[in-house]
């Protein structure tokens, strides 16, 4: 293993920064739960990653308390008018970046909700830490400053721009966002849905948006029940629509009866597997407040075969587990490097680029207030009934083939968290494979550790719990002793 776990018998947490990790783990010394440190951890990496997701994006989190497991979706809807104004200027597809590119965000709904239902501690006391690394700044990383050269090569606004263009090492400083930040920890998130909606809306609209107050005003997050499927010996918890966490499933519960076999014949196998997976995706899964999705029948259903196109994207996830146990998976996003490209001057609030996913037509069809087939999902595991493992991963429309080769690492080859997530990758994107060097049976190669995401995990094993952080990333995993 190139990067070491963390093994403890009480609190533990893993993300893509260390300042993220450190601030969940001070949380858990204070006697917070795995919700309270999942708070403050979404918070700090709302600012130590601001490429990856923040205030103005989506979050979703698969929770383990008490035996149970349940899902919080704070994915964001589209403005009402989008629709409108799409077909209005002639588009056939909503635009990657730019104004008409946002969702209303979730995660600042999403995360409170969870915190109202399962914390412990202060709310406002959560965010202190976050609210003090805005103020203090942030030093761009050889991955922020990669994500930084992306975004200045192509569209952005002048905030983004201006805000963004430093160089290794050079802090960011984000006093705005410490100042939206602290709203947030005093009023809630009427702050945010109220104040910081009309000045976000005044200013997509300025920039010919139709992001608007009342679009913000009403839009809540949702509790609902994850998918599961039992797995040679596991039941799998995925994320449920209008996250595309059934991929996953399908995936799996085509390989439940026989063993999966990674060389070329096996790999034509898993092709057709993921390829009639990702067709049942796209032709039923939406939004189930507008579109009915047969869970059971999806899972039984055959299709016909045919290629599509995966985009990447931008996320970052966490995972923590407290002295008691409770776990949280956690994934938050602004889809794209940077979302929309579009930051407030005052907030210093990137909005999202969520809306980009939807299609004109089908179950994924843009309407006035509906969320979009979703990319982020996360996973956890039970067996014989105790929880087992949990991980989350950044991949975008990649993540279903992701997740089915991190959990057969575990539940077939007997892998380890660490070694599962570590293990070479292969993706297949839509039209051709290519894989990570170790990977033999794959001709096009990318290096090794390469872009085929970066995922968190804790694993249970005999009384200890073991946490990993992806050597793709820079994040650490740290715990209480």
């Given amino acids: 293993m190139l990067k070491p776990v963390f093994i403890g018998e009480k609190g533990l947490a ?27 951890m979404s918070f700090a990496l709302s600012v130590v990653q601001p490429a990856l997701n923040g205030l103005g994006g989506d979050f979703m989190a698969m929770i383990y308390r008490e035996g149970e497991i349940s899902f919080i979706n704070g994915s964001g809807w589209a403005p009402e008018d989008l629709r409108k104004i799409i077909k209005e200027r002639g588009f ?26 399962y914390g412990s501690l202060e709310w406002e006391e959560l ?4 609210t003090e690394i805005a103020e203090k700044g942030v030093p761009v990383t050889s991955k922020m400053l990669a994500a930084i050269k992306d975004m200045l090569s192509g569209y952005h606004d002048s905030v983004t721009g201006k805000l963004y263009n430093k160089n290794l090492w050079e802090r960011i400083r984000l006093t705005g966002l410490a100042k939206s930040i602290k709203g947030i920890a005093e009023n809630g998130p009427e702050f945010f849905y109220q104040e910081i909606a009309r000045g976000l809306s005044e200013y997509v609209q300025e920039m010919g948006g139709v992001l608007k107050e009342h679009d913000f005003k009403n839009y809540r997050p949702e509790f609902s029940e994850p998918l599961k499927l039992d797995y040679k010996g596991y039941t799998i918890y995925e994320s449920p629509p209008n996250s595309q966490g059934i991929t996953t499933l399908l995936i799996l ?40 999705i047969p869970v ?34 956690g994934i938050q996003s602004l889809y794209h490097s940077f979302g929309s490209r579009i930051t407030h001057p005052d907030y210093m609030i990137t909005l999202n680029n969520r809306a980009s996913d939807f299609k004109l037509n089908g179950p994924n069809s843009l309407l006035p207030h509906k969320r979009p087939l979703h990319t982020l999902s996360s996973v956890i595991a039970t067996k014989d009934g105790r929880i087992s493992f ?32 570590e293990s070479p990758r292969f993706l297949w994107n839509g039209h051709e494979v290519f894989a990570e060097e170790g ?27 073991i946490a990993y952080a992806d050597i793709r990333g820079e994040g650490i995993a740290l715990g209480e002793y």
């Fill in 92 to 117: 056939s597809e909503i635009p990657i970046y730019g104004p008409l590119s946002p969702v209303v965000p979730g995660m600042v709904y999403g995360v409170y909700e969870m915190w109202k239902k």
């Fill in 127 to 130: 965010l202190k830490t976050p």
């Fill in 390 to 421: 949990a991980f989350g991963i950044s991949g975008a429309h990649y993540r279903p083939q992701q997740h089915f080769l991190i959990i057969n690492n575990i539940v077939e080859r007997g892998m380890n968290i660490g070694d599962a997530i």
């Fill in 439 to 465: 990977i033999e049976f794959v001709e096009k190669k990318v290096k090794y550790p390469g872009p085929t995401g970066v995922g968190h995990g804790i694993q249970f094993i005999n009384g200890e719990k």
């Fill in 296 to 329: 059971e029948k999806i899972l039984k259903e055959s299709v016909s075969l045919s290629e599509t196109e995966l985009k990447d994207g931008d996320t970052t996830n966490f995972v923590i587990s407290d002295k008691q146990g409770n776990v949280v998976s």
């Fill in 14 to 40: 893993t993300s893509e920064h260390a300042l993220s990790t450190i601030t969940a783990v001070e949380v858990l010394k204070k006697g917070g739960n795995a919700i309270d440190a999942s708070v403050a």
């Fill in 253 to 292: 519960n085509a390989f439940n009866e026989k063993k999966v076999i990674f060389d070329k014949k096996g790999l034509e196998e898993i092709l057709n597997v993921y390829k009639k997976a990702y067709a049942l995706r796209d032709k039923y899964v939406g939004d189930p407040r507008f579109v009915s």
